[in-house]
């Protein structure tokens, strides 16, 4: 069994986490999406949150569970029999710490691959802080999120009123 194990802060899942979901799960037979709790940056959205709203988004995907996990993420895909890491890889931003990461992951573990995702094209310039940003002043954000994470962030983040 090919089993794939997608990590991420997911604060919130976007439109371009998903199309990198939507097309690793049709190469494994099975990817786990692993949602980070203990990054350094204080997050957003809670994590059971996160976690709804992935189920949410991907509950059309048969093969694909959702779980939290804090620790190193190679232990973690190692105890999850995942022979791959799954990553999403953005227009220039993202090659320099994936690369390294990479690395580092392959010294701890040599058995367990990375496996980069290209960006769909549409999501190149797509990120969580960005739609956090835009979100929080009542920018529309519709086409940068599902539908449940736009609904999510109206009714729990909402914008402050403008001041007359
Ligand atoms: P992390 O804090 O681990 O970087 P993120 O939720 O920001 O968590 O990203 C998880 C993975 O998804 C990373 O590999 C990131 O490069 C990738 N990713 C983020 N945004 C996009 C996007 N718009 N399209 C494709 N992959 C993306």
């Known amino acids: ?13 976007t439109l371009g ?9 049709k190469l494994f037979d099975r990817l786990i999406i692993a949602v980070a709790t203990n990054t350094k940056k ?9 976690i709804d709203l992935i189920k949410a988004c991907t509950q059309h995907l048969k093969n694909v569970d959702v779980t939290e996990f804090n620790g190193l993420t190679i232990q973690f895909a190692k105890a999850s029999q ?6 999403g890889l953005r227009a220039v931003s993202d090659f320099e710490f994936e690369f390294k990461m990479s ?14 995702m290209m960006a769909g094209l549409d999501y190149q310039f ?14 529309d954000i519709s086409k940068a999120v599902p539908a449940p994470v736009a609904e ?11 001041a007359p």
């Open 1 to 13: 069994m090919r089993v794939a194990l997608y990590p991420g802060s997911f604060d919130p899942i």
């Open 17 to 25: 986490h998903l199309d990198v979901i939507e097309r690793a799960s």
């Open 42 to 50: 204080a997050p957003y959205i809670n994590a059971s949150a996160r």
């Open 82 to 87: 995942a022979q791959v890491i799954i990553r």
């Open 103 to 116: 690395q580092m992951n392959k010294s701890l573990d040599s058995s367990i691959e990375t496996l980069f």
């Open 126 to 139: 797509l990120s969580s802080s960005l739609v956090k940003e835009v979100a929080q002043f009542g920018g």
């Open 152 to 162: 999510y962030l109206k009714q729990h983040h909402p914008p402050p009123a403008l």
